[in-house]
T-cell receptor
Framework: NAGVTQTPKFRILKIGQSMTLQCTQD?????MYWYRQDPGMGLKLIYY???????DKGEVPNGYNVSRSTTEDFPLRLELAAPSQTSVYFC??????????????FGNGTRLTVT | GNSVTQMEGPVTLSEEAFLTINCTYT??????LFWYVQYPGEGLQLLLK?????DKGSNKGFEATYRKETTSFHLEKGSVQVSDSAVYFC?????????????FGQGTTLQVKP
């Protein structure tokens, strides 16, 4: 009963490095999302996808890229890491788009530090 | 724009105390309202929801009533346990189909001491 799985759990990057945060779900959900959570702030939507091959920007997409080649996987790419990207990143999925009858299922998060 | 405001934390209570975490929202139309909970080291999970005015969501002893007149969705529990220690997020969803958006409050940390 895996649900939404994120890897890695922790990562430290140097400024300018790149990395990919992995996310996979086994619930056959159409919708997938990437959020970032900063201290004292609510979750901010980075990117989302409504199905394989379709992605769109959320509130804070700058500095990130995504792809959705399969229903299960939704990786998040940081090309040139900056200190402002230090945050906790959550991947989530839902059957429909986070609607009243389709709650989000979250992974356990990736804590990223950029120094 | 739409927004959700929660009371500042952390909230520190003794076991068996009464809990209230305030949540107010600003939205056009008639949003659905949610409380999500994040236990240490885990992702968020849905705690309860209400989809229309005067609805009461409940789960695990927690309750929240959708108050349209005061635009509020306060979370309550009559007797908290140490295991309730977590971060609680109020959220709203407004829209339909593919055009809606889920907006989270900043989260309120609850610490329950034995």
């Amino acid at each position: 009963n895996a649900g939404v799985t994120q890897t890695p759990k922790f990562r430290i990057l140097k400024i300018g490095q790149s990395m990919t945060l992995q996310c996979t779900q086994d619930m056959n959900h159409n919708y997938m999302y990437w959020y970032r959570q900063d201290p004292g702030m609510g979750l901010k939507l980075i990117y989302y996808s409504v199905g394989a091959g379709i992605t769109d920007k959320g509130e804070v997409p700058n500095g990130y890229n995504v792809s959705r080649s399969t229903t299960e996987d939704f990786p998040l790419r940081l090309e040139l890491a900056a200190p402002s990207q230090t945050s906790v990143y959550f991947c989530a999925s839902s059957y429909n788009r986070g609607s009243r009858n389709s709650p989000l299922h979250f992974g356990n998060g990736t804590r990223l530090t950029v120094t | 724009g739409n927004s959700v405001t929660q009371m500042e934390g952390p909230v520190t209570l003794s076991e068996e105390a009464f809990l209230t975490i305030n949540c107010t929202y600003t939205a056009t139309g008639y949003p659905s309202l949610f409380w999500y909970v994040q236990y240490p080291g885990e992702g968020l999970q849905l705690l309860l929801k209400a989809t229309k005015a005067d609805d009461k969501g409940s789960n695990k002893g927690f309750e929240a009533t959708y108050r349209k007149e005061t635009t509020s969705f306060h979370l309550e529990k009559g007797s908290v346990q140490v295991s309730d220690s977590a971060v609680y997020f109020c959220a709203l969803y407004e829209g339909s189909g593919n055009t809606g958006k889920l907006i989270f409050g900043q989260g309120t940390t609850l610490q329950v001491k034995p």
